[in-house]
Nanobody
Framework: QMHLVESGGGLVQAGGSLRLTCMSS????????MGWFRQAPGKEREFVSA????????DYADFVNGRFTISRDDAKRTVDLQMKNLKLEDTAVYFC????WGEGGRDGRDYDFWGQGTQVTVSA
């Protein structure tokens, strides 16, 4: 079992930055792909970014367009999502997820464990 807890969300003005952190407990994270997803009000959950279990490959949704960076530190059991140049449309609840032996796919159904989410609100 793995327990995931996200932090770092908050209210930020458009153009600002936030750094989200996902901390895991329980099973060691080194064999899990780690992903970030988000869900805006009235919309379906969507893929944001992911990194494979080896930590040598990452993937980003097209809308990221170079603004976000995912990183992981298995010794600290953390996965970060650095977000810059935030836009109004980035407002959503951001979720961390883990996929055993995963390659960092975009389908949330592949992920085994999920956090509760952290709210990101971008204001004009």
């Amino acid at each position: 079992q793995m327990h995931l807890v996200e932090s770092g969300g908050g209210l930020v003005q458009a153009g600002g930055s936030l750094r989200l952190t996902c901390m895991s407990s329980g099973t060691s994270p080194e064999f899990y792909a780690m992903g970030w997803f988000r869900q805006a009000p009235g919309k379906e959950r969507e893929f944001v970014s992911a990194m494979n279990w080896g930590g040598d490959r990452s993937d980003y949704a097209d809308f990221v367009n170079g603004r976000f960076t995912i990183s992981r530190d298995d010794a600290k059991r953390t996965v970060d999502l650095q977000m810059k140049n935030l836009k109004l449309e980035d407002t959503a609840v951001y979720f961390c997820a883990a996929d055993l032996w995963g390659e960092g796919g975009r389908d949330g159904r592949d992920y085994d464990f999920w956090g509760q989410g952290t709210q990101v609100t971008v204001s004009a």
